[in-house]
């Protein structure tokens, strides 16, 4: 039996375009977590109708929460589990998973997107999940735009390194078809501008401090433009309802809808996080990130042209509005996103799986 835990929302689309591949070598059985502000990965689980078993919750912002939630889960999987041991764990950002798997002997496949909080192989920027997960690992695959002395820093032999060649976003996004349209879901005005806002992962370990920049941005887009303001939260709408919820123009998603329900009725994307600022860019929807840092996916993007960044509201309202001036038709990236063709990327990641565990 594979095991996969998902526990970021990213993973759920990535893992369910393995699925096919995986299932194909063992039985295969999901688990995730949620909490109350934070049930991103159940409900795309549900939404793509994939049969999971929700372990243990979301430990919240503080180091105490995190860690007590870390307990429960790692308790709660050797009762799930019993007698009945994986053979393989395969995961992309869980500490949970990763320290029971070692503690009982189970392989550990690990696919890893951000060792570092930065763009430089610095073992000061090492982020704490990683130092707790990846030395644990037996096998790491990671995306070209990294280097590998990411992971060799922490001591991994290079054997146990295998980079893959694409930007993990175009395995899902390729060929996106174009869904229902949120803007009619949500009862949005479809005639004017349509602006996605993404709030920054705050909470998690590696982001330093929640800078006020997007939602000062949010404010000053909704009274300077004849526009849609939409938001998606990161871990919950309370706080957002508080502070824009008397503004005609900013509406507070409270659903999760599929990227091809929204990516193609949207203008711009305003993006603090990671993953839904690569998917615009790889759609080629003019994206704008408002990151507290930049990664090697970030600096990427920005060399190659296909995002902005800025540090200031103001500075957001001119890029949109420059953006929404331009009316530049989409052109997908794939041959900056993509190495090699998909299905013989996917496969020889497979193989590898198979040769080392099976």
Known sequence: MIWLDITDPKYVLFFRAFLPYLRALDEVCITTRSSSEYDECVRLLDLFEMTHHCIGGYGGASREGKFHARLHRQEAFLEFFGENLPTLLITGASADAAQVAFGLGIPIVHFAD??????????????????????????????????????????????????????????????????????????LPTHRPTILVREEEYK???????????????????????????????????????????????????????????????????????????????????????????????????????????????????LVREALARKASRRVQDTLFFCEPKEQAMRAIIEEIAQRFY
């Not at 073992?123 to 280097?147: M, N, Q």
């Not at 295998?162 to 996106?176: K, T």
């Open 114 to 187: 951000t060792p570092i909080a930065g763009h430089t192989c610095d073992t000061r920027l090492l982020t704490k999940l990683a130092r707790l997960t990846l030395p644990l690992s037996d096998l790491i695959f990671y995306p070209f735009v990294l280097p590998q002395e990411c992971f060799s820093m922490l001591g991994m032999s290079a054997e146990d390194l295998v980079s893959y060649p694409f930007i993990d976003v175009a395995l899902w996004l390729r060929d996106l078809p174009q869904g229902r349209d949120f803007r009619q879901i949500l009862n």
């Open 204 to 318: 998690a370990h590696y982001v330093a401090q929640k800078l006020p920049v997007i939602y000062e941005s949010v404010a000053l887009l909704a009274s300077s433009l004849d526009a849609n303001i939409v938001i998606m939260p990161r871990y919950g709408s309370e706080e957002l309802d508080r502070e824009f919820g008397g503004l005609d123009s900013v509406h507070i998603v409270r659903q999760k809808f599929a990227p091809e329900e929204f990516y193609p009725y949207i203008d711009v994307l305003v993006g603090g996080g990671g993953t839904m600022n690569l998917e615009s860019c790889y759609l080629g929807i003019p994206t704008i990130s408002t990151r507290s840092l930049l990664l090697f996916h970030d600096k990427y993007l920005l060399e190659h042209s296909l995002m902005s960044h800025a540090t200031s509201a103001q500075e957001v309202l001119s």
